[in-house]
């Protein structure tokens, strides 16, 4: 699964979520995201995937975040990452509770053609569900 265009990137603690979000989910609970998120300015056009595969014959999930933006990530505490996409829907990448998302940042410097110097930043989680649909409260 690749989502439809990305408005928006948010940060919160891991610690601020609600337990369980994986069992909530598949037990069609919604998933409210009740803190408060700091927004990720990102230019070009960030890409979010999700896809599943059988390991030690579980399901398991990998979701994959990756953006370009002027930011460093701070990485002190566990990050979840909300994204917000072009229909309005959001999306959380991360838990309460372990695995927790692993997060890469590469600075670049830019190309002598105009290309934007900052941080590429790749956000990975493999998780039962690792993408899990969330209403921001």
């Not at 990305?6 to 979000?21: E, G, N, Q, R």
């Amino acid at each position: 699964m690749t989502l439809p265009g990305i408005k928006s990137i948010y940060t919160c603690p891991c610690a601020h979520l609600v337990p369980d979000m994986e069992y909530r989910y598949r037990a069609g609970i919604d998933i409210a995201v009740l803190t408060t998120l700091t927004r990720i300015l990102f230019f070009g056009t960030p890409l979010c995937e999700c896809e599943s595969a059988p390991q030690s014959n579980h399901p398991v999930e990998t979701a994959t975040l990756s953006f370009h933006t002027e930011q460093r990530i701070p990485r002190t505490q566990p990050l979840a990452f909300i994204i917000e996409d072009a229909t309005g829907h959001h999306w959380c990448i991360g838990h309460l509770e372990v695995p927790y998302p692993q997060i890469t940042q590469r600075q670049t410097t830019g190309s002598p053609s105009g290309d934007p110097a900052g941080y590429y930043v790749e956000v990975k989680l493999a998780a039962l569900h690792a993408l899990i649909p969330c209403i921001i409260a």
